[in-house]
C-alpha cells in the first residue's frame, strides 16, 4: 500500500492545477479600442444623454438583456453596487426586515443594513446549500420588506415557491446570481427568476472584467430606480421627473468603458466556459462514488443546469471514521486543493452579534421604529452550522482551464486516501 503524502509518501500531484484564465487576444483588442477611442467613462451626475454612460456601457446592457432574455440590465461596479442598488429599488428601509442567507459572502446580508433595515437568517438546503422556501416562511413578520436569495455554488434556489410567498405577501425577492451566470431552471435563467436578479463580474468568477456587476429585471419601474441609484439619484430625480423620493440618494456605482468593453467580451464566452465547468463537474460526479461512499457530489435538481461556481462534496464522518478537516488535510498533501465548509454562518461575524454597524449606538439594531425581535443566537439555522462545521467540502477544479487528466488526479488522490483511511 502506497504510503499517504500526510505521512511522508509521495503525493499523487506535485504540479498546482492550472489557473483559470479566460482573458485572450479579443478583450485586448477590445481594450486597446476603447483607449484609441479616449472614452474611458462617460457617465454624468446630472440628468442628460450621458446620465446613462457611455456606448460600451449601453452596449453591454443591450448585449446582457438579449442574452438573458431580460427586459432590462443595468450595469454596475460591482455585484455588491448591484445587491445595495436593488435592496434600494425596492423600498427597503429602517424598520424593515430583509429575510437573506446565511451561507454566502456577506454582502448578501449587508445590503440590507445601508439602508437601515434588519438581516433575518432563513436556514438553508442540505442538499443545494439555498435558503429553503419552508424556513422563508417561518420567517415572515409585519417588517418584512424584501427576500434576497442566492444560487450559491451556481445551483438556483428553489424560485418558484419563493416567489408565491413573495407574491402571498407582497414583498419583493432580489436573486443574488453572482456564482450562477449561465445556470437555468426550468429553461429560464439564474438571475432573471426574481423581481431583480445580480451578476458578478468579479475576477474569479465565471466571465469577469476584474470588478463590475449587472442587475437584470423586467419591471421598468425598478429598471428606472436601479438606474437612479446607480448615479447620483438626487441630482437627477427633478428634470427625470421621479416623484417617489424613498431611496432616491444615490451613489457612485457606475462601471467603467473599458470594463463593459471586456465584459462583452466575455459574455459571448459563457456558454463555453459554463460547458466546461458542467463537464468537469460530471465527471468527477460519477467517479467519486465509487471508491468512497462517505462522499455526496453535489445535487442537481430536475429541471436545472448547475453553474459550478465551485464543486461541493458532502462528508460523511460516521461512514469514513475520521473526522472530515483530517481527510480534506490529507487531499491537501496530495495536492489537491480542497477546502473545510465555505463560510461560517454570516450571523456569528461580530457585527451581528455585537449588533453594532452605524454608529456607536448600534444602528439600526437599536432604531426606536423597528419592533421586531431578531435572533442572531448560535444554531438558529442549524442546516447551515451542520454544512460548515461538519459536512461541506469545496474545490475549485471544475473549470476551462483543467483537463480530464487534471481530474483523473483528483479521484486517484480521494482512492488513495480512502483506502488508507484508517491510517489517518
Known amino acids: 500500500m502506497e504510503n499517504l503524502a500526510?505521512?511522508?509518501?509521495?503525493?499523487?500531484?506535485?504540479?498546482?492545477?492550472?489557473?483559470?484564465?479566460?482573458?485572450?487576444?479579443?478583450?485586448?483588442?477590445?481594450?486597446?479600442?476603447?483607449?484609441?477611442?479616449?472614452?474611458?467613462?462617460?457617465?454624468?451626475?446630472?440628468?442628460?444623454?450621458?446620465?446613462?454612460?457611455?456606448?460600451?456601457?449601453?452596449?453591454?446592457?443591450?448585449?446582457?438583456?438579449?442574452?438573458?432574455?431580460?427586459?432590462?440590465?443595468?450595469?454596475?461596479?460591482?455585484?455588491?453596487?448591484?445587491?445595495?442598488?436593488?435592496?434600494?429599488?425596492?423600498?427597503?428601509?429602517?424598520?424593515?426586515?430583509?429575510?437573506?442567507?446565511?451561507?454566502?459572502?456577506?454582502?448578501?446580508?449587508?445590503?440590507?443594513?445601508?439602508?437601515?433595515?434588519?438581516?433575518?437568517?432563513?436556514?438553508?438546503?442540505?442538499?443545494?446549500?439555498?435558503?429553503?422556501?419552508?424556513?422563508?416562511?417561518?420567517?415572515?413578520?409585519?417588517?418584512?420588506?424584501?427576500?434576497?436569495?442566492?444560487?450559491?455554488?451556481?445551483?438556483?434556489?428553489?424560485?418558484?415557491?419563493?416567489?408565491?410567498?413573495?407574491?402571498?405577501?407582497?414583498?419583493?425577492?432580489?436573486?443574488?446570481?453572482?456564482?450562477?451566470?449561465?445556470?437555468?431552471l426550468n429553461g429560464k435563467?439564474?438571475?432573471?427568476?426574481?423581481?431583480?436578479?445580480?451578476?458578478?463580474?468579479?475576477?474569479?468568477?465565471?466571465?469577469h472584467c476584474g470588478e463590475g456587476g449587472v442587475i437584470a429585471t423586467d419591471d421598468d419601474v425598478l429598471a428606472e430606480r436601479l438606474q437612479m441609484i446607480r448615479n447620483h439619484a438626487e441630482g437627477a430625480v427633478k428634470p427625470r421627473g421621479v416623484k417617489d423620493l424613498v431611496n432616491m440618494v444615490g451613489w457612485n456605482y457606475r462601471m467603467t468603458e473599458i470594463e463593459a468593453a471586456i465584459a462583452s467580451v466575455q459574455l459571448k464566452k459563457l456558454a463555453g466556459l459554463l460547458k466546461k465547468r458542467i463537464d468537469a463537474a460530471d465527471f468527477l460526479s460519477k467517479s467519486l462514488p465509487g471508491i468512497a461512499p462517505f462522499l455526496t457530489p453535489p445535487k442537481v435538481r430536475k429541471g436545472v443546469r448547475h453553474g459550478y461556481y465551485v464543486y461541493p462534496i458532502r462528508y460523511d464522518k460516521k461512514k469514513a471514521g475520521v473526522p472530515r478537516e483530517k481527510f480534506v488535510e490529507a487531499l491537501n498533501a496530495e495536492g489537491i486543493p480542497m477546502t473545510n465548509g465555505?463560510?461560517?454562518?454570516?450571523?456569528?461575524?461580530?457585527?451581528?452579534?455585537?449588533?453594532?454597524?452605524?454608529?456607536?449606538?448600534?444602528?439600526?439594531?437599536?432604531?426606536?421604529?423597528?419592533?421586531?425581535?431578531?435572533?442572531?443566537?448560535?444554531?438558529?439555522?442549524?442546516?447551515?452550522?451542520?454544512?460548515?462545521y461538519r459536512e461541506l467540502m469545496l474545490t475549485d477544479v471544475c473549470h476551462a482551464n483543467v483537463s480530464h487528466k487534471d481530474l483523473k488526479d483528483v479521484v486517484t488522490a480521494v482512492e488513495k486516501v480512502t483506502d488508507s483511511i484508517g491510517r489517518l
Not at 435563467?189 to 466571465?207: C, R
Not at 454597524?357 to 426606536?368: E, L, N, Q, R, V
Open 342 to 388: 465555505y463560510t461560517e454562518p454570516i450571523y456569528l461575524e461580530p457585527l451581528y452579534q455585537q449588533r453594532i454597524a452605524f454608529g456607536k449606538d448600534g444602528f439600526p439594531f437599536t432604531y426606536p421604529g423597528y419592533h421586531g425581535k431578531v435572533d442572531y443566537n448560535p444554531g438558529i439555522c442549524p442546516v447551515c452550522e451542520q454544512m460548515y
Open 6 to 184: 500526510i505521512k511522508g509518501g509521495s503525493p499523487v500531484r506535485k504540479e498546482p492545477f492550472p489557473k483559470y484564465v479566460t482573458i485572450g487576444e479579443e478583450e485586448k483588442k477590445a481594450v486597446i479600442e476603447v483607449l484609441d477611442s479616449t472614452v474611458l467613462s462617460k457617465f454624468l451626475a446630472k440628468w442628460s444623454p450621458d446620465f446613462f454612460g457611455g456606448p460600451k456601457v449601453q452596449a453591454l446592457e443591450q448585449d446582457w438583456a438579449k442574452y438573458f432574455k431580460t427586459k432590462n440590465a443595468i450595469s454596475v461596479n460591482s455585484a455588491t453596487s448591484g445587491l445595495y442598488a436593488a435592496v434600494g429599488a425596492a423600498g427597503v428601509g429602517p424598520g424593515d426586515e430583509v429575510i437573506v442567507s446565511p451561507y454566502t459572502m456577506s454582502a448578501s446580508a449587508t445590503a440590507a443594513l445601508i439602508y437601515g433595515a434588519i438581516p433575518v437568517f432563513a436556514d438553508i438546503d442540505p442538499e443545494i446549500f439555498c435558503i429553503t422556501p419552508e424556513s422563508i416562511r417561518k420567517l415572515i413578520t409585519p417588517s418584512t420588506k424584501a427576500i434576497i436569495t442566492v444560487d450559491i455554488f451556481g445551483h438556483p434556489a428553489d424560485m418558484k415557491e419563493t416567489m408565491e410567498i413573495a407574491d402571498e405577501h407582497d414583498l419583493i425577492v432580489i436573486e443574488d446570481a453572482a456564482q450562477a451566470p449561465g445556470a437555468t
Open 189 to 207: 435563467y439564474a438571475g432573471t427568476l426574481a423581481h431583480m436578479g445580480v451578476f458578478s463580474l468579479n475576477y474569479h468568477k465565471t466571465i
